[in-house]
């Protein structure tokens, strides 16, 4: 049941990691109720996904450490302790799609055919989609799913390419 939520952990840190580096600390993600009830497949009310919460900490410990659940109101905030950031580190793919993705869109001068080049070199079904809504400038996914599921949205700022990813389900819900 916990599967889907404790992958988006483990790709939340695993990102952050490739593009910060590796510290042995403590780390807070926060996600709307909307999400959580996605990840977990049941339609909870906020005292509820918080009894769930607990539920995955404890399935999670052996692998995450003793993860910290609290919320405000439908936003809740999961901190996972140094010992869950170093599993991630551990397990974690330098070498993948996310790994190189990050390396060619964090140097600067970088131009967004480089960085489409990247998605390319990784599937042969790529989407991508120029948009205009004053959000991002381009979506950017995998029909398939593989490597990854995300959807990537893309902005040309200057010199530099910075992007933001979702799931799926988090870019419908916003409505981009």
Same mark, same amino acid.
């Given at each position: 049941?916990?599967?889907?939520?404790e992958k988006?952990i483990v790709?939340?840190?695993?990102? #952050? #990691?490739?593009k910060?580096?590796?510290?042995?600390?403590?780390?807070r993600?926060y996600?709307?109720l *909307?999400?959580?009830?996605? =990840?977990?497949?049941?339609?909870?009310?906020?005292?509820?996904?918080?009894?769930?919460?607990? &539920? %995955?900490?404890?399935? +999670?410990?052996?692998?995450?450490?003793q993860? #910290?659940?609290?919320?405000?109101?439908?936003?809740?905030?999961i901190?996972?302790?140094?010992?869950g950031?170093? @599993?991630?580190?551990e397990?974690?793919? !330098?070498?993948g =799609?996310?790994?190189?993705?990050? &390396?060619?869109?964090?140097?600067?001068?970088?131009?967004?055919?480089?960085?489409? *080049? +990247? =998605?390319?070199?990784?599937?042969?079904?790529?989407h991508?989609?120029?948009?205009?809504n004053?959000e991002?400038?381009?979506?950017v996914? %995998?029909e398939?799913?593989?490597p990854?599921?995300y959807?990537?949205? /893309?902005?040309e700022e $200057?010199?530099? /390419?910075?992007?933001h990813? @979702? !799931?799926?389900?988090?870019? &419908?819900e916003? $409505? =981009?």
């Open positions: 049941m916990f599967e889907m939520l988006n790709d939340m840190i695993e990102e #952050q #990691q490739l910060l580096g590796y510290l042995a600390e403590t780390v993600l996600y709307p *909307s999400s959580l009830n996605r =990840f977990v497949g049941r339609d909870c009310t906020e005292a509820e996904m918080e009894k769930c919460l607990n &539920e %995955f900490a404890v399935e +999670v410990r052996g692998r995450l450490g993860l #910290q659940v609290s919320n405000r109101g439908k936003r809740f905030c901190a996972i302790p140094p010992e950031a170093a @599993y991630v580190h397990h974690m793919d !330098t070498h =799609f996310l790994a190189s993705f990050v &390396e060619v869109i964090g140097t600067h001068g970088t131009t967004l055919e480089e960085v489409l *080049s +990247v =998605f390319r070199a990784y599937s042969d079904g790529v991508i989609e120029k948009v205009d004053n991002f400038d381009y979506l996914y %995998f398939n799913g593989i990854d599921d959807r990537y949205c /893309i902005t $200057g010199n530099h /390419i910075i992007y990813r @979702y !799931t799926r389900e988090d870019y &419908e916003f $409505g =981009f």
